[in-house]
Every structure is written in C-alpha cells, then in structure tokens.
C-alpha cells in the first residue's frame, strides 16, 4: 500500500468519525476508538471508556452541525500507528447559540488486527489574527 493510500485511510476514518458527531451516531464513533481512549482539549484531559463517550456525544447542550478540514496530514511512526494532524473548521450549537471556531486538532490511530482504532485526540485553538 503506497503512503497516499494510506494517508488517505486515516483521513477517510476520521472524516467518519466527525460525521457520526454531526449524524448524532454515537455507537459508530465507538466503534472506531480504543477502550479507554484520551483527549486532551481547552476542556482538560479525559480518558474514557465507550459508555462515557456516548454519554457525552448525546449533551445536547453542544451539537456538531458541520466541519471542513484543511492542511490534513499523516505520518506513520510504526506500520501500526498513525498520526493525523490538520485545521478544521467547527460549527456547532453550543447551548442554544451558533458557534463556529478554528482549531488544530490530532488524533492518534493504532492497528489492533485489521481494523484502525483511534487511541487519543488532541484540539487547540487556533490563534486569532
């Protein structure tokens, strides 16, 4: 498999990820994370299991509504690790007002037989000019 192909794996999951927060699918974003999973944010820092992460994702105090990613990379530390690192644009309804924010994000992928499996995430603003 060449590296673009790759690349674009891991870019392909992680679309599927922020989609299922848009969707309000919560059980297939599970799916796609280790147990327990991290994440680091503006928030603090959280390690979870699936049944916290599902919890969270149904707060309707903060609803996903769209994304659009840009600078997307990937490097591949080992065969079975990947690390994604890209700006996403983030609009959301947070409790009862529109929101939209640009951010850093990176997520973590590992290889646990043949499926990827995101293991950790990480969000920074992105500095306002």
């Known amino acids: 498999m060449t590296a673009s192909t790759r690349k674009q794996e891991i870019e392909k999951l992680e679309t599927a990820f ?3 927060m848009v ?3 919560a059980e297939v974003a599970t799916r796609m994370l280790t147990e327990p999973a991290l994440m680091v944010s503006g928030h603090g820092l959280l390690k979870f299991d699936h049944a916290t992460y599902e919890k969270m ?3 309707d105090a903060y609803q996903l509504t769209e994304f659009e990613f840009c600078e997307f990379d990937v490097m591949f530390p080992a065969p079975d690790v990947a ?3 890209y700006r996403v644009r ?3 309804q947070a ?3 529109s929101k939209t924010e640009d951010m850093f994000d990176s997520s ?3 290889r646990l037989g043949d499926a990827w499996k995101c293991v950790a995430h990480t969000e ?4 306002r000019a």
Not at 124 to 127: K, R, Y
């Open 108 to 110: 973590t992928w590992v």
């Open 124 to 127: 920074s603003p992105a500095a």
């Open 57 to 59: 994702a149904s707060d």
């Open 23 to 25: 969707d309000g699918k």
């Open 18 to 20: 922020w989609q299922s």
């Open 90 to 92: 983030q609009s959301m």
């Open 83 to 85: 690390v994604a690192s």
């Open 95 to 97: 409790q009862g007002e």
